[in-house]
């Protein structure tokens, strides 16, 4: 068995509807992916109270990140007058298509970058919790019920301690 060209193994773009228009972004240059990944990491210890990697930090933060990550498609959405909320969504949807995968990216696209959406919601996990609990349980069969026990020092009756 040989090895498929490579290109045709992988999807190398994503596609991000607008306000009725489809934008394409292409898959970053290594270098590009490279630091994205770097960039995510160093925020993900930042956020748990790690120490981050500052040069990994300020080396991003010279650079136009966004632009780097939706490549052509962030001058597309300059030209359509795109507002900022949107272009920083897909910028960072980008970003997580770069550092996890599309299913990633498609998830949170889908929960309009709101972490709480990415979570399963409270009330369906309670239904669940419900769902499961109205069952019966199998329990005993053999119809006797079990006798509350006795309540702390009422051992030996009449008894008192001295």
Do not use: C
Request: glycine residues 10%.
């Amino acid at each position: 068995m040989a090895f498929e060209e490579l290109g045709e193994l992988l999807d190398e773009s994503i596609e991000l509807p607008i306000a009725g228009r489809l934008y394409t972004v292409p898959a970053p240059s290594a270098e590009i992916g490279l630091r994205t990944q770097a960039l995510i990491h160093a925020a993900a210890v930042a956020a748990d109270g790690g120490r981050a990697d500052e040069q990994v930090l300020g080396d991003a933060a010279e650079r136009d990140l966004y632009r780097d990550v939706l490549g052509p498609a962030h001058d597309e959405m300059i030209a359509d007058g795109v507002k900022w909320p949107t272009l920083k969504h897909a910028a960072i949807t980008a970003m997580v298509w770069i550092a996890q995968d599309k299913a990633a990216a498609e998830r949170y696209w889908g929960a309009a970058g709101d972490p709480s959406r990415l979570a399963p919601n409270r009330a369906a996990r309670r239904n669940r919790s419900d769902a499961a609990s109205s069952t019966p349980s199998r329990g005993s069969t053999s119809g006797t019920s079990t006798r509350p026990a006795p309540a702390r020092g009422a051992g030996k009756k009449g008894r008192k301690r001295h």
